[in-house]
């Protein structure tokens, strides 16, 4: 399994984790307080650092993306996330960490949107933002997208040795 793959399982259990102990104390609560937040500090402080090793990991981790083939230039797939009402249609990337991950977001693209053609290729993070930093609609990188609900921003991606 990726390095990558397994810190953001880590994560995200973490996170879950964290999320139910926001809502048990809102049901006694109004909001969140300092004394939460002091009682929590240990998990809040190690989901930062886990989101930063993660941040720098995906910066060097090979991945998997997916083209489009069935047209007459291959494009890489992208999930638009603006709303309908926006002018502009911001993207993220898919990448996946192992080819299992793709096939199964292959496999319900093809179930959505009919006979299309797709193509994999390995690519590493730093590179596939750097292909698509001028795109202004272009804000990051949703590892195994859509099974986990993990995004990262351009600006999250980086390599703290340069």
């Known amino acids: 399994m990726s390095e990558v793959k ?3 399982e880590k994560f995200i259990e973490l996170d879950d984790g ?3 102990k926001i809502e048990a104390y809102l049901e006694t609560s109004d909001e969140i307080d300092d004394a939460f937040e002091e009682e929590n500090l240990d998990l809040l402080t190690e989901l930062g650092e886990l989101y930063h090793e993660i941040e720098h990991k995906v910066f060097n981790e090979e991945f ?3 083209f489009n083939n069935t047209d007459e230039e291959k494009e ?3 999930l638009i996330i603006s709303d309908e009402e926006d ?3 911001e993207f993220v990337i898919p990448v996946f960490t192992d080819q299992q991950e793709a096939d199964t977001t292959i496999k319900e693209f093809k179930e959505q949107f009919g006979d299309v053609e797709f193509e994999c290729e390995k690519k590493i993070g730093s ?3 750097a292909d698509h930093i001028d795109d202004e609609d272009f804000i990051g990188l949703a590892v195994n997208a859509p099974q986990w609900d993990f ?3 351009t600006e999250e991606i980086h390599d703290c040795s340069e």
Do not use: D, F, G
Request: overall charge negative.
């Open 6 to 8: 397994e810190l953001i």
């Open 18 to 20: 964290l999320n139910e």
């Open 64 to 66: 998997i993306i997916v």
């Open 76 to 78: 890489v797939v992208a």
């Open 87 to 89: 002018e502009s249609e």
């Open 127 to 129: 590179e596939i933002v």
């Open 151 to 153: 995004m990262l921003s």
